[in-house]
């Protein structure tokens, strides 16, 4: 859906013409099988890391994608002639190294191009220039960035970042198993009591390693991150600046309760061994699912676009046997894998009569509230910041690079703009996370022009008073974003060829996201590890025999991580291995 101005031809730049023709992928030379040993629904990049794994293992695997390009939300598509967007998710980190090493993604094309520095908060203020913050690798260079607001937040700094990175190390091998089954631990044979008390093992570790620090770190994952963040620091802008990460993508503000743990979520992430790095990849996010998908076409899996699934097809028995398509097509297998959202995958492709009613009710009071709209802009030049103007060449700076933080002052614009959402009412002074990934990868427009990804918050699902989101309403709220962007960088209005805007119900109808939440459902406490996508129903196993879920909806949740599709993968292989010796 492109929808706002017009595509034009940009100074220095020929828009090249839309081609139109279908993305290549994998499965381009299978043909479908009417039977495999292992189906996955959609291509998203944990569905095709499971299927990857699956078929590693010898297990005969086919991915049915829906839409016309794989990926999911990590995809690019060229929306505005000669432009190549990631269209939704847009940086990587976050993804395990685990399946970078055994996918062998690089020798499948898989590059990544870090960020240093990552960071990058002008001011809006009277004195000339305006101040700004860069946040970088360079310790002292960011210490004397920080220093321009506050000598006492300088010193803090190092320590606050060994603090969480510390804690980040304590639970990140939580990621790469599932969780403790709870139910099991009071009930069933005594060999699965004991192997549920094996599961704890890394919580065990996790707390241990935590230590006498650990109620310190308690507070960081239920406490707001405003008051995280007032314990250490005293400057706005560099509050302002590290709260983003805890906000981002959650409907909430600083001042909610929980916020804290959405900000390790996104440190957690390593990039060439530095832990909380993140990067561009090179092509842009589309070039990750595709060095996937060949990873599992190398090993034999089929994988296909245009092929949606209706329905999850069980035998008298109540367990799954394949899937349905659309136009009436049976596959069968031994197992099916869910990489679309819990809501789609148990209100709408499984038969509801097989599933526990309180186990329906619970999928559909899952929070996916969203605040994010995300416009993806073609310009003709850099913007040229009024806190750090562009050099005379044109050429990108540093800056550029960075993930770029607009309306981020303080805190309390954030928490402003939060207010106005809950309300209905699109922010009308939003937060903006600008990122430039061609100023790192020139090819991804023409030359002299550029990619700009806009990630806005906050906007509400459902507007106020029933109004719909049409174009009158989606251009509304992307001229109010790209009149605070003037703001700060004059002439990038004017710079602008096409955009496209893709609002929260827009995200839901694109890519499947529930509620346009980009992580399939909120990641707060109450709907975290046990309890993702339900209590009793974390590890990955459906009420479904046979059926388990593998995308951002499960456990460890959202995010380039592909954890749950390697999990998810680990689960049906045992469980298929055991079926097998029975029989």
């Not at 044979?189 to 094996?198: E, I, K, V």
């Amino acid at each position: 859906m492109a929808a706002g101005l017009p595509a034009r031809l940009g100074t220095g730049c020929a828009a090249r013409r839309l081609r139109g023709r279908r993305q290549a992928h994998s499965g381009a030379t299978a043909r479908l099988q009417q039977e495999y040993d292992a189906v996955v629904i959609g291509a998203g990049h944990n569905g095709l890391v499971a299927a990857a794994y699956l078929q590693r293992a010898g297990l005969r695997t086919a991915v049915l994608e829906k839409r016309h390009v794989l990926g999911g939300a990590a995809v690019t598509e060229e929306i505005v002639p000669g432009f190549k967007f990631s269209r939704a998710s847009y940086l990587l980190s976050l993804l395990r190294p685990q399946i970078y090493s055994e996918l062998e993604l690089q020798r499948h094309g898989l590059r990544v191009l870090p960020r240093d520095p990552y960071s990058f908060t002008p001011l809006l203020e009277d004195r000339s220039p305006p101040r700004s913050l860069l946040l970088g690798h360079d310790m002292a260079q960011t210490q004397q960035q920080i220093a321009q607001f506050s000598q006492k937040d300088a010193q803090a700094y190092p320590e606050y970042e060994a603090f969480m990175g510390h804690l980040v190390a304590a639970i990140d091998p939580l990621l790469d198993a599932p969780p403790v089954d709870t139910a099991a631990l009071g009930q069933g044979s005594l060999l699965q009591r004991l192997r549920s008390l094996r599961a704890l093992q890394p919580l065990l570790r996790a707390g241990l390693a935590l230590g006498r620090q650990l109620p310190r770190y308690y507070e960081v994952l239920t406490a707001p991150i405003s008051k995280i963040l007032h314990h250490w620091f005293e400057s706005e802008p560099l509050k302002a600046t590290l709260a983003t990460d805890a906000v981002i993508g959650a409907m909430s503000s600083p001042h909610s309760p929980g916020s804290g743990y959405v900000l390790l979520h996104h440190v957690m992430g390593e990039l060439e061994g530095r832990r909380g790095a993140w990067g561009y990849v090179a092509g842009g996010m589309g070039a990750l699912s595709q060095a996937i998908a060949r990873a599992a076409a190398s090993w034999g899996a089929h994988i296909f676009t245009e092929k949606a699934v209706s329905r999850v097809l069980l035998g008298r028995d109540g367990q799954a046997q394949g899937v349905v398509l659309q136009d009436g097509t049976e596959v069968r297998s031994k197992v099916v894998l869910s990489n679309a959202s819990p809501q789609i995958t148990f209100l709408e492709l499984t038969p509801q009569e097989q599933l526990p009613e309180d186990f329906t009710q619970q999928i559909q009071h899952v929070d996916t509230r969203s605040p994010v709209t995300k416009i993806n802009v073609a310009v003709d030049r850099l913007p040229s910041f009024l806190a750090a103007p562009n050099a005379r060449d044109g050429q990108p700076l540093p800056h550029h690079q960075c993930s770029i933080h607009l309306n981020c002052e303080g805190t309390h614009l954030l928490h402003q703009a939060y207010t106005e959402a809950s309300g209905g009412h699109p922010s009308s002074r939003p937060m903006i996370e600008l990122c430039i990934p061609s100023a790192l990868d020139p090819g991804l427009a023409p030359r002299g022009c550029h990619v700009v990804s806009l990630f806005t918050q906050y906007t509400p699902y459902e507007l106020a008073g029933g109004r719909p989101w049409d174009e009158q309403a989606r251009n509304a709220y992307a001229d109010t974003v790209f009149d605070c962007i003037e703001a700060y960088a004059p002439g990038f209005k004017a710079s602008v060829i096409g955009r496209d805007i893709l609002t929260p119900p827009d995200l839901e109808r694109v890519f499947g996201l529930p509620g346009g939440n980009i992580f399939h459902g909120g990641m707060s406490l109450d709907q975290l590890y046990f309890a993702r996508p339900a209590p009793s129903y974390s590890g990955y196993r459906s009420p479904v025999a046979g059926l388990y879920l593998c995308g951002s909806g499960a456990h460890p949740g959202g995010g380039v991580m592909g954890a749950a599709g390697r999990n998810a993968a680990r689960v049906a292989l045992g469980d298929f291995k055991h079926l097998r010796q029975q029989r």
